[in-house]
Protein backbone atom coordinates (compact mmCIF):
# COMPACT_ATOMS: atom_id res chain seq x y z
CA UNK A 1 0.00 0.00 0.00
CA UNK A 2 1.33 3.37 -1.29
CA UNK A 3 0.07 6.29 1.05
CA UNK A 4 0.83 10.10 -0.69
CA UNK A 5 2.08 13.36 1.63
CA UNK A 6 1.57 16.43 -0.79
CA UNK A 7 3.54 19.48 0.13
CA UNK A 8 2.09 21.24 2.80
CA UNK A 9 -0.61 18.80 3.80
CA UNK A 10 -1.69 17.66 7.44
CA UNK A 11 -4.07 15.70 9.80
CA UNK A 12 -6.79 14.75 6.51
CA UNK A 13 -9.76 15.58 8.86
CA UNK A 14 -8.18 19.31 9.07
CA UNK A 15 -7.00 19.59 5.38
CA UNK A 16 -10.82 18.33 3.93
CA UNK A 17 -12.50 21.28 6.10
CA UNK A 18 -10.62 23.67 4.77
CA UNK A 19 -11.19 22.54 1.20
CA UNK A 20 -7.89 21.63 0.65
CA UNK A 21 -6.28 18.17 -1.04
CA UNK A 22 -5.12 16.16 1.61
CA UNK A 23 -2.30 13.73 2.23
CA UNK A 24 -2.02 10.57 4.49
CA UNK A 25 -5.25 8.49 5.22
CA UNK A 26 -7.51 7.27 8.18
CA UNK A 27 -9.74 4.36 8.65
CA UNK A 28 -10.79 2.08 10.76
CA UNK A 29 -10.49 -1.89 9.86
CA UNK A 30 -12.52 -4.06 11.84
CA UNK A 31 -11.47 -7.28 13.49
CA UNK A 32 -13.44 -10.58 13.08
CA UNK A 33 -15.35 -11.60 15.97
CA UNK A 34 -16.63 -9.71 19.25
CA UNK A 35 -13.41 -8.47 20.34
CA UNK A 36 -10.27 -9.40 21.92
CA UNK A 37 -8.20 -9.39 25.80
CA UNK A 38 -4.94 -9.46 23.47
CA UNK A 39 -3.42 -8.92 20.17
CA UNK A 40 -0.48 -8.09 18.07
CA UNK A 41 -0.45 -5.94 14.98
CA UNK A 42 2.29 -6.72 12.43
CA UNK A 43 3.12 -4.69 9.58
CA UNK A 44 5.62 -3.39 7.67
CA UNK A 45 6.65 0.00 6.48
CA UNK A 46 9.33 2.05 4.13
CA UNK A 47 9.96 5.34 4.56
CA UNK A 48 12.13 7.21 1.43
CA UNK A 49 15.58 7.52 1.28
CA UNK A 50 14.92 11.93 1.21
CA UNK A 51 12.43 11.57 4.26
CA UNK A 52 11.86 14.88 5.96
CA UNK A 53 9.80 14.08 8.94
CA UNK A 54 9.54 17.67 9.94
CA UNK A 55 7.81 17.93 13.53
CA UNK A 56 6.03 14.32 13.23
CA UNK A 57 3.34 12.26 12.28
CA UNK A 58 0.95 9.42 13.00
CA UNK A 59 1.26 5.79 12.26
CA UNK A 60 -1.30 2.41 12.52
CA UNK A 61 -2.14 0.77 15.48
CA UNK A 62 -4.78 -1.12 17.53
CA UNK A 63 -7.58 0.24 18.92
CA UNK A 64 -11.12 -0.51 20.57
CA UNK A 65 -14.63 0.85 20.99
CA UNK A 66 -14.38 4.33 19.53
CA UNK A 67 -10.94 4.22 19.07
CA UNK A 68 -10.59 7.86 20.64
CA UNK A 69 -8.20 10.24 19.20
CA UNK A 70 -8.11 13.85 17.95
CA UNK A 71 -7.82 15.37 21.46
CA UNK A 72 -11.15 13.65 22.54
CA UNK A 73 -9.92 11.27 25.84
CA UNK A 74 -11.93 8.18 26.18
CA UNK A 75 -13.19 7.71 29.75
CA UNK A 76 -12.74 3.82 30.55
CA UNK A 77 -15.97 2.60 28.67
CA UNK A 78 -16.11 4.06 25.53
CA UNK A 79 -12.50 3.30 23.75
CA UNK A 80 -8.87 3.71 22.92
CA UNK A 81 -6.21 3.76 20.85
CA UNK A 82 -2.55 3.00 20.90
CA UNK A 83 -0.95 4.23 17.30
CA UNK A 84 2.17 5.22 16.90
CA UNK A 85 4.14 8.85 16.09
CA UNK A 86 7.29 9.25 14.74
CA UNK A 87 9.07 12.47 15.42
CA UNK A 88 11.32 14.94 14.34
CA UNK A 89 14.62 13.44 14.80
CA UNK A 90 12.83 10.35 13.32
CA UNK A 91 12.23 8.07 15.82
CA UNK A 92 8.91 6.65 16.99
CA UNK A 93 6.93 6.63 20.30
CA UNK A 94 3.53 4.95 20.88
CA UNK A 95 0.57 7.40 20.89
CA UNK A 96 -2.18 5.69 23.08
CA UNK A 97 -5.42 7.40 24.13
CA UNK A 98 -6.20 6.15 27.74
CA UNK A 99 -8.81 7.14 30.38
CA UNK A 100 -5.56 8.80 31.77
CA UNK A 101 -4.79 10.88 29.06
CA UNK A 102 -5.28 14.80 29.32
CA UNK A 103 -6.02 15.88 26.22
CA UNK A 104 -4.11 14.63 22.99
CA UNK A 105 -2.68 11.02 23.13
CA UNK A 106 -0.56 9.94 25.85
CA UNK A 107 3.70 9.33 24.63
CA UNK A 108 4.95 5.84 25.99
CA UNK A 109 8.27 4.74 24.67
CA UNK A 110 9.14 8.47 23.92
CA UNK A 111 11.52 8.01 20.58
CA UNK A 112 12.59 4.39 21.57
CA UNK A 113 11.17 2.86 18.36
CA UNK A 114 14.34 2.85 15.58
CA UNK A 115 12.78 4.28 11.97
CA UNK A 116 14.99 4.09 8.62
CA UNK A 117 15.42 5.49 5.31
CA UNK A 118 15.25 3.42 2.33
CA UNK A 119 14.25 -0.12 4.35
CA UNK A 120 11.71 -1.53 5.02
CA UNK A 121 10.98 -1.78 8.90
CA UNK A 122 8.78 -4.48 10.60
CA UNK A 123 6.69 -3.30 13.59
CA UNK A 124 4.70 -5.45 16.13
CA UNK A 125 2.66 -4.26 18.62
CA UNK A 126 1.23 -6.11 21.56
CA UNK A 127 -1.68 -4.79 23.33
CA UNK A 128 -2.86 -7.00 26.39
CA UNK A 129 -6.34 -5.48 28.51
CA UNK A 130 -6.42 -4.73 31.76
CA UNK A 131 -8.75 -6.56 34.26
CA UNK A 132 -11.20 -5.02 35.28
CA UNK A 133 -10.55 -2.78 38.71
CA UNK A 134 -7.07 -3.72 37.93
CA UNK A 135 -4.27 -1.09 36.26
CA UNK A 136 -2.54 -4.98 35.19
CA UNK A 137 -2.41 -4.12 30.93
CA UNK A 138 0.46 -3.57 28.97
CA UNK A 139 2.01 -2.19 25.71
CA UNK A 140 4.94 -3.87 24.04
CA UNK A 141 6.75 -3.05 20.95
CA UNK A 142 8.85 -4.71 18.45
CA UNK A 143 11.38 -3.14 15.73
CA UNK A 144 12.55 -5.83 13.42
CA UNK A 145 12.81 -8.57 16.34
CA UNK A 146 14.02 -6.59 18.98
CA UNK A 147 11.80 -5.03 22.14
CA UNK A 148 12.18 -1.75 22.20
CA UNK A 149 9.26 -0.73 24.53
CA UNK A 150 7.45 -2.83 27.21
CA UNK A 151 5.15 -0.45 29.62
CA UNK A 152 3.13 -2.24 32.00
CA UNK A 153 0.79 -1.32 34.72
CA UNK A 154 -1.43 0.00 32.42
CA UNK A 155 -5.60 0.68 32.29
CA UNK A 156 -7.42 0.61 29.00
CA UNK A 157 -10.61 0.21 30.62
CA UNK A 158 -13.21 0.34 33.24
CA UNK A 159 -15.93 -1.54 31.39
CA UNK A 160 -15.38 -5.65 30.20
CA UNK A 161 -17.34 -4.89 27.18
CA UNK A 162 -14.51 -2.72 25.94
CA UNK A 163 -12.18 -4.97 23.43
CA UNK A 164 -9.65 -5.03 20.89
CA UNK A 165 -11.73 -4.99 17.94
CA UNK A 166 -9.98 -2.10 15.16
CA UNK A 167 -6.94 -1.65 13.64
CA UNK A 168 -6.75 2.21 13.55
CA UNK A 169 -4.61 2.96 9.89
CA UNK A 170 -4.18 6.10 10.51
CA UNK A 171 -1.11 7.78 8.86
CA UNK A 172 -0.62 11.46 7.95
CA UNK A 173 1.83 14.59 9.18
CA UNK A 174 0.63 16.52 12.10
CA UNK A 175 -0.67 17.64 14.20
CA UNK A 176 -3.31 19.70 12.95
CA UNK A 177 -1.77 23.43 12.52
CA UNK A 178 0.75 24.60 9.68
CA UNK A 179 3.54 24.19 11.10
CA UNK A 180 3.24 20.86 10.58
CA UNK A 181 3.00 20.33 7.27
CA UNK A 182 5.08 18.46 5.18
CA UNK A 183 7.61 20.14 3.82
CA UNK A 184 7.28 18.35 0.36
CA UNK A 185 5.52 15.94 -1.56
CA UNK A 186 6.48 12.55 -0.08
CA UNK A 187 4.71 8.60 0.60
CA UNK A 188 5.21 5.97 2.53
CA UNK A 189 4.63 2.26 1.58
CA UNK A 190 3.19 -0.24 4.13
CA UNK A 191 3.37 -4.02 3.57
CA UNK A 192 2.56 -7.62 4.92
CA UNK A 193 -0.36 -6.54 7.63
CA UNK A 194 -1.51 -8.96 10.17
CA UNK A 195 -3.17 -9.27 13.60
CA UNK A 196 -3.20 -12.15 16.13
CA UNK A 197 -5.42 -12.16 18.81
CA UNK A 198 -7.44 -13.81 21.44
Not at 5 to 17: A, E, H, L, Q, R
Not at 48 to 69: I, M, V
Not at 182 to 187: S, V, Y
Request: with cysteine; hydrophobic share 35%; aromatic share 12%.
Amino acid sequence: MRVIFPKGSIDPVTMKSNGLPYGGTGFRSKLTGAGYEIARLRYKIKFPADFDPALGGKLPGLCGGTCNSGGKPPNGTDGFSVRYMWTGNFAASVYAYLPTTVKYGTPIGSRRIPLKRGNWVELIQEVKLNSIGYADGHIKVWADGVKVVEATGLTFRTSPGLKIDAVMFETFYGGHTAEWATPKDTELMFAEFSVEAR
